[in-house]
């Protein structure tokens, strides 16, 4: 099974244009890098994204990215559970409504999706984009923080729970009761997707142990139930490499034709399904010799190395990339 594209989907990306059409590229480039820096200085969304021109420029120069890395997360996810179809979707700290698109894109017969976000302007534009983009399912907005339910909140169940880069904005010691109450709400599977950094993978670590905690089965990246087996000056992330269209590079105003994302997820599910035997967790290195994995594999890291002069083994395992699940182990490939 191929993962999807991490390409924004060509009605989504049209609608973006279409609301930047008239806009000058040179204060969407202004407000973009504005972003960037209120981002690096890790300032909430509340303080970053002020007004519609704002969420403009976040469209422009961050939503692609966000949508390639979610899409990425969700792809593994349909990877590991072929059988798993959710009809409801959760789409928590949605800004734009990235992992809704991106969930539509794996599951085209999701049939009500909730939008929820802490920012009016962010939910008002995403439920504007969704229409705009052809998006078949029903959408609920919600204006809410998750951080800070509301008395008497709806407790309604979800299919699939999608966290796409908000849990970075909670602080560590709120983490438990955040996931407490997002693992309340999850019927199916919960996903979160979050920057690919030492701190976000340490952050997601906490995460992890809090939802075992609570009987949940880590399906992805992990495949084990097991504390982390990395070093401590270690961490797990994986890249995924898109194209810019137009509208990305002038706003952003970059010449290359892609970008890479890198990215840490989580995915833990009410069932158990059938875990991979390991998951290569570093972009394998060839040589003359043969190709090197870093695997994590059962309760354990491993380095393995498959000669070029084993030519069967190594025709099956070089076709393996940064991220990809290993179903044997690697010597029996």
């Avoid at 534009?125 to 609920?140: D, V, W």
């Amino acid at each position: 099974m191929s993962l999807p594209s991490p390409e924004l989907p060509a009605p989504l990306s049209a609608a973006i244009e279409a609301r930047l059409e008239g806009r000058a590229h040179g204060m969407l480039r202004d407000r973009a890098r504005q972003l960037s820096e209120r981002y690096r200085a890790h300032r909430p969304t509340s303080e970053t994204i002020r007004d519609e021109t704002d969420a403009l420029a976040y469209a422009a120069t961050r939503m692609p990215a966000t949508y390639a890395a979610i899409v990425t997360a969700l792809g593994r996810l349909d990877e590991q559970s072929p059988e798993f179809a959710p009809k409801r979707m959760l789409d928590v700290g949605c800004g734009l409504g990235a992992a809704s698109c991106a969930a539509a894109t794996v599951w085209p017969n999701i049939a009500e999706i909730t939008l929820l976000d802490r920012s009016a302007l962010f939910l008002k534009l995403a439920a504007a984009l969704a229409q705009e983009s052809g998006l078949r399912a029903t959408i609920e907005a919600t204006h809410a923080d998750m951080a800070a339910p509301r008395a008497g909140e709806d407790a309604a169940s979800f299919d699939l729970v999608v966290v796409g880069y908000a849990l970075t904005e909670i602080a560590e010691a709120d983490l438990p009761a955040v996931i407490d109450q997002l693992w309340s709400r999850t019927s199916g599977a919960l996903v979160i997707v979050e920057p690919g950094t030492p701190r976000d993978h340490a952050r997601l670590m906490i995460v992890r142990s809090r939802l075992i905690a609570l009987g949940a089965h880590i399906l992805a990246p992990c495949p084990h139930q097991a504390p982390c087996p990395l070093p401590a000056n270690d961490w797990c992330h994986f890249s995924v490499r898109l194209p810019r269209r137009r509208a990305h590079k002038l706003v952003k105003g970059a010449d290359a034709p892609f970008e890479d994302e890198k990215f840490a997820y989580l995915v833990a599910g009410r069932s158990a399904g059938s875990p991979p035997r390991a998951r290569v967790i570093a972009p394998p290195r060839v040589s003359r010799a043969g190709i090197s994995l870093r695997l994590c594999a059962d309760k354990a890291f491993e380095e393995t190395f498959i000669p070029k002069r084993d030519k069967a083994r190594y025709e099956k395992i070089r076709k393996k990339d940064w991220g990809d699940p290993l179903r044997a182990p690697a010597e029996e490939i």
